[in-house]
């Protein structure tokens, strides 16, 4: 089944502690990003990736980090992280295309830094 | 950059009822999709429509490019329809693939 996997689901850490976030994709996707869920602000978009090596900022890249050393993975680091990064996190991957393509979201994980 | 706006932004519907949700876009767009937010925060693609008119059960999308809005419609609601709709649109001169996204719809279905 083609899919995008998010580890872990739920997390709750506390502050400081550095955490990633995984995310895996089987569909031999170039792109993938990480996008977080804020109340009152939408999905924004943190980091994305055009192929492997090649990252890049989104919106909101701030306190985050990410790469990309095989197609198929793009884990999310926090190196260390703060209350304002709870939130809603979604993985996404898509084939890159000058037309456009179908974007793929992961389960999503649910963090909450204390 | 692009304005995505839908609307309603609240919706109560009673189970069996029909309904029309919006999406309005500012600027050319090569990439639109719909999502189903599901309470336990999933994000469920329905569907992928830069244009033309698409139908999955009872769902169905309408997207009108040139004029520049997209529209979902959900016939004989259920409760597990509940939720919030996201459109998601890809501008035509974004350099990579963001999707930007609408502030969704939220549907609540009464039994």
């Known amino acids: 089944e083609a899919q995008v996997t998010q580890n872990p689901r739920y997390l709750i850490t506390v502050t400081g502690k550095k955490l990633t976030v995984t995310c895996s994709q089987n569909?031999?996707?170039?792109?993938m990003s990480w996008y977080r869920q804020d109340p009152g602000l939408g999905l924004r978009q943190i980091y994305y990736?055009?192929?492997?090596?090649?990252?890049d900022k989104g919106d909101v890249p701030e306190g985050y980090k990410v790469s990309r050393k095989e197609k198929r993975n793009f884990p999310l680091i926090l190196e260390s992280p703060s209350p304002n990064q709870t939130s809603l996190y979604f993985c996404?991957?898509?084939?890159?295309?000058?037309?456009?393509?179908?974007?793929?979201f992961g389960q999503g994980t649910r963090l909450t830094v204390v | 950059g692009i304005q995505v706006e839908q609307s309603p932004p609240d919706l109560i519907l009673q189970e069996g009822a029909n309904s029309t949700l919006r999406c309005n876009f500012s600027d050319s767009v090569n990439n639109l999709q719909w999502f189903h937010q599901n309470p336990w925060g999933q994000l469920i693609n329905l569907f992928y429509i830069p244009s033309g008119t698409k139908q999955n059960g009872r769902l169905s999308a309408t997207t009108v490019a040139t004029e520049r809005y997209s529209l979902l419609y959900i016939s004989s609601s259920q409760t597990t329809d509940s939720g919030v709709y996201f459109c998601?649109?890809?501008?035509?001169?974004?350099?990579?693939?963001?999707?930007?996204f609408g502030a969704g719809t939220i549907l609540r279905v009464k039994s």
């Open positions: 990736s055009m192929n492997v090596e090649v990252t």
């Open positions: 998601a649109v890809r501008p035509f001169m974004e350099y990579g693939n963001k999707l930007v």
């Open positions: 996404a991957s898509s084939l890159l295309g000058r037309g456009g393509t179908e974007a793929f």
């Open positions: 569909m031999n996707h170039e792109y």
